[in-house]
C-alpha cells in the first residue's frame, strides 16, 4: 500500500509480480496490470529468468530467507527490508540493497532497475553469497564436520548419500 504508489512513479509501465502460494486478501486486492498476484506456481523459474530485480520487503521474520538465496541464486539482485536479510552474512550496496521505509525501497528498487553498473555488481555479489554460504559445497562440509564432532565416521560421500537420513539406525 505504501511502496506500490511510488514504484509506479518512478517506474511507470513496469510490472510487479507477486509469486507464491495464498497471498494474503490485501494483497490480492491490489491485483492491477502491473501488480500481478499469481499465487501458487508449479515452477519458479520462468519468473526468476524473466525478472529485472527481486523484492523482499518482509516486516519481521528470523533466519535465511529461502526467497532471498533463491533470487540470487538465479543472479537477480534483490533489493530487501533488514528483517530480510538478518543472518544472511549479506552487505549493503555490495550484494544486495537494503532500504526500510515505502520511499526508500521504492528509490532501491528504481536505482537498481535503471543502473547497469550497479545490477550486474549486485547479481554477482548475490551469487557469490550463496557459493560462499550456501552451496552444497558448504552444507557437505558442514555436515561432514558435524558427523566427525558427533563421533561418526562421516566422508564427503556419507554427507550427500540419499541414505544420510538412515545414519544411526
Known amino acids: 500500500r505504501h511502496a506500490l ?3 509506479r512513479q ?13 497471498p494474503p486478501a490485501s494483497i490480492r486486492d491490489l491485483a492491477a496490470e502491473d501488480f500481478i498476484v499469481t499465487g501458487h506456481v508449479p515452477e519458479v523459474a520462468p519468473y ?18 529461502g ?12 533489493v530487501a527490508t533488514t528483517p530480510s536479510v538478518e543472518g544472511m552474512h549479506l552487505t549493503a550496496d555490495e550484494n544486495v540493497l537494503i532500504a526500510d521505509t515505502a520511499e526508500d525501497f521504492a528509490a532501491a528498487i528504481a536505482r537498481v532497475y535503471r543502473d547497469e553498473a550497479l545490477w550486474h555488481r549486485l547479481a554477482e555479489g548475490g551469487r557469490a553469497n550463496i557459493r560462499a554460504h ?3 559445497e558448504v552444507a557437505r562440509a558442514a555436515l561432514t564436520a558435524l558427523l566427525k564432532r558427533a563421533g561418526g565416521r562421516a566422508t564427503a560421500q556419507t554427507a550427500t ?4 537420513n538412515a545414519v544411526g539406525k
Not at 517506474?11 to 509469486?19: D, F, N, Q, S
Open 5 to 7: 504508489p511510488r514504484i
Open 10 to 22: 518512478l517506474l511507470p509501465g513496469v510490472a510487479t509480480c507477486i509469486v507464491g502460494a495464498e
Open 48 to 65: 526468476f529468468t524473466a525478472c529485472r530485480v527481486s523484492i523482499s520487503p518482509l516486516r519481521y521474520g528470523a533466519g535465511v530467507k
Open 67 to 78: 526467497k532471498v538465496n533463491l533470487a540470487m541464486s538465479y543472479g537477480v539482485p534483490v
Open 134 to 136: 550456501f552451496s552444497r
Open 161 to 164: 548419500s540419499p541414505m544420510i
